[in-house]
């Protein structure tokens, strides 16, 4: 069970050649832009062109050139949150968060609306449109989405990346909370933010042109870099200062 792929898509002037697997576990995909992180997301939901190889969840084929199967994003039971959030400015918080609930009835899916107001604390604010919350509201809403299907797959594309710190750190906070204790979803977390990725990885897999160069424990990958180019991504002098490292 988990999940298992085995990717190969050529795109001008870039190809991406990736094989992994995971479990009950929040893997960080970590590297440069352009390294082809965001585009293993995007065949893991189905929203990108396909190329060759396979994408199984739970013992179920999403994706596989060889077999012709290609599920269509609605079916993959995979929740997203993209960078910009890509709420619907024209929808209430209510309504975004009911956008998530495809193929589940009205009643429950209202059930199933009221308890994430409920955990993300966005009681009271269910009404009002996107520009009339606060930013870390916005996430909240953005998560509540991706979870009300209780999906058997998390896939976040740096999500806090346009959160000042402070901020950045509660939604880490209120993120982890939820995943650990509500909901338990494998999740795959993109990021460029090196503490993000030491902090709440249980692996970390390095991404360069298109490749994983290295994959392990946080503190295995950050500590023991493979070669230059993973010691010059990782550098722990991006860490903040104070960080102590074992």
Known sequence: MGL???????????????????HSELVVL???SGAGKSLTLQTIAGISRQGGGYVKLNGRMLFNRAMGINLPPQQRSVGYVFQDLALFPHMTV???????????????????CAVMLELFRLNGQEDKYPHEISGGQKQ???????????????????PFSSLDNPLRLEMRRCLMSV?????????VLVTHDVLEAYTLA???LIYSNG??????????VFNNPLNHEVTSLVNL??????????
Request: glycine share 6%.
């Open 30 to 32: 970590f590297g440069h």
């Open 4 to 22: 298992e792929l085995n990717i190969k898509t050529d795109l001008p002037g870039f190809s991406l050649d990736v094989s992994w697997s995971m």
């Open 211 to 220: 490749r994983v160069i290295q994959s392990g424990l946080p503190q295995e």
């Open 237 to 246: 002098k991006n860490l903040y200062p104070g960080y102590l490292f074992t």
């Open 94 to 112: 209510r309504q975004n968060i009911l956008y998530g609930a495809y193929g589940i009835d009205k009643s429950t899916a209202r059930q199933k």
């Open 202 to 204: 249980d692996r970390v």
């Open 140 to 158: 909240r809403v953005a998560f509540a989405r991706a979870l009300i299907r209780k999906p058997d797959l998390l896939l976040l594309d740096e």
């Open 179 to 187: 995943l650990k204790e509500d909901f338990c979803v494998p999740t």
